[in-house]
C-alpha cells in the first residue's frame, strides 16, 4: 500500500510527475484523509495536484472536492486548471463524463463548469 505521507507530499510539492504515476496506487482507503486534506491547503495548485490525484476515484465523498475544484482561478496554468475541472466534472455527473469533448472544446467546458455549479452549489461557500 503506498503511505498517506508519500501522498501529502507530492500534492504539496505540486510534483505533477509523481502524481501522475501515482494515480493508480489511490485506493478507497486513502479516500477519507486526502478529502480531509484538500480542504486544509490554502493554495490552489496544491488543490488542483490533489484534484489530479484522485481523478480515478469516483468516491461519494469526493463529491464537494470536485464542486470545489470548479471554483480555482484560470491562472497561468490554465491548461492545467481547465483539464483539471473536465476530471471533476466526470466524478460529480456522469453526464459530464466527455473528458475528451472538453478536451477538445474549452467553451463547452466552461459551460459545464458553470452549469454544475448552479446545479449543485459550491461547498466552500457552505462551510
Do not use: C
Not at 500500500?1 to 510534483?15: G, H, K, N, P, Q
Not at 481523478?55 to 470536485?66: F, G, I, T
Request: no cysteine; proline share 6%; aromatic share 10%.
Amino acid at each position: 500500500m503506498y503511505a498517506w505521507e508519500r501522498f501529502r507530499s507530492m500534492v504539496l510539492a505540486t510534483a505533477w510527475d509523481d502524481i501522475e504515476f501515482a494515480r493508480p496506487r489511490v485506493g478507497p482507503e486513502h479516500v477519507e484523509a486526502l478529502v480531509g486534506f484538500y480542504w486544509t491547503l490554502e493554495e490552489w495548485p496544491q488543490r488542483i495536484a490533489l484534484v489530479q490525484l484522485v481523478q480515478d476515484r469516483k468516491e461519494p465523498a469526493l463529491k464537494p472536492v470536485m464542486l470545489d475544484v470548479l471554483r480555482a482561478p484560470l491562472t497561468s496554468d490554465r491548461e492545467n486548471v481547465e483539464l483539471t475541472m473536465a476530471a471533476a466534472l466526470r466524478i460529480i455527473d456522469d453526464r459530464y463524463d466527455t473528458f475528451m469533448r472538453f478536451y477538445e472544446d474549452r467553451e463547452a467546458l466552461h459551460a459545464a463548469v458553470r452549469e454544475a455549479r448552479e446545479a449543485h452549489g459550491s461547498p466552500a461557500e457552505e462551510r
